[in-house]
């Protein structure tokens, strides 16, 4: 019977001498999870002032913060109850380890997928160029961005590649140029044709009058003059005015009987144009 109090008192003194630590732990434990549910919400809302479109890079980043506070809050727990937390470190590095070994294209799309976040050389809406793709920018995800082609194509290409690659983004600057190449054959007057041409581009309302049109003489080919012209138009309505402009070219052509250099064996009766065959 002596021998029972003793144990008995034995584990009431241990369980008053660990009591403190035991509620603290579970202290640390419940408030440490609470605020770590919160950091999704928190890291979601300063991604959102940092002007990143995708709701879903908002919330993964948010899981990936809220998973590795978690993580320190179970290790601070087991060390305050007196459990060598040593152990755990090197479990969970090992398993970091391994899982980085796995998923290492993942987590370069991943460092990428950051990267843009940060740079941002581009946002969802604009008209890039990456590699062989042109085409506007559907969704930017955390391992990859989606691309929409003018013919509704999606394509999914991943972000350590986009970042190998140059990029060009035709949609940052608020004016873009539309360029117009012609081929006048020497049998017509030049200055009346550089006269039609430019009143032609700038009746279009989707150009930009205050914006200075480009007109230039590139070559002098042995049949024809090589032309080139730019109207400025607003980024966003670039390719509606790019059509316009260009009807009102070969409308243009076709009004004052303009005649068009082209190589020999190409018909342009269909256009309504009279052309001059070249060699």
Do not use: C
Request: no cysteine; charged share 15%; proline share 3%.
């Amino acid at each position: 019977m002596g021998d029972i109090n003793t144990y008995i008192q034995q584990i009431i003194q241990l369980g008053i001498g660990f009591a403190p630590r035991i509620v603290l732990a579970l202290f640390v434990l419940f408030a440490g999870f609470w605020l770590a549910n919160k950091t999704t919400d928190i890291t979601a809302k300063v991604l959102k002032n940092l002007n990143t479109q995708s709701v879903e890079v908002q919330t993964f980043v948010g899981s990936i913060v809220s998973i590795g506070f978690k993580i320190l809050i179970v290790i601070s727990v087991a060390g305050i109850v007196g459990i060598e937390t040593t152990s755990f470190v090197g479990i969970i590095a090992a398993m970091g380890f391994a899982v980085g070994l796995a998923l290492q294209g993942n987590l370069s799309n991943f460092a990428a997928g950051v990267m843009i976040l940060i740079m941002k050389p581009f946002k969802v809406g604009d008209e890039v160029k990456t590699g062989n793709t042109w085409a506007f920018v559907s969704e930017i995800q955390i391992f990859h961005t989606v691309f929409k082609e003018l013919d509704s194509t999606l394509t999914i290409i991943p972000n350590s590649i986009i970042l190998n690659n140059s990029i060009q983004n035709f949609s940052t600057l608020p004016i873009r140029k539309i360029m117009v190449k012609v081929n006048v054959p020497y049998t017509e007057d030049f200055f009346k044709v550089k006269k039609i041409l430019m009143e032609a581009g700038l009746s279009v309302p989707e150009v930009e009058n205050d914006v200075k049109p480009f007109f230039l003489v590139k070559k002098f080919d042995d049949h024809f003059i090589r032309i080139s012209m730019s109207f400025g138009t607003e980024s966003k309505k670039y390719w509606t005015a790019k059509t316009k402009v260009y009807e009102a070219v070969v409308q243009a052509f076709h009004d004052h009987n303009i005649k068009v250099a082209y190589p020999v064996g190409v018909g342009f009766g269909e256009f309504g144009l009279e052309p001059v065959a070249v060699s």
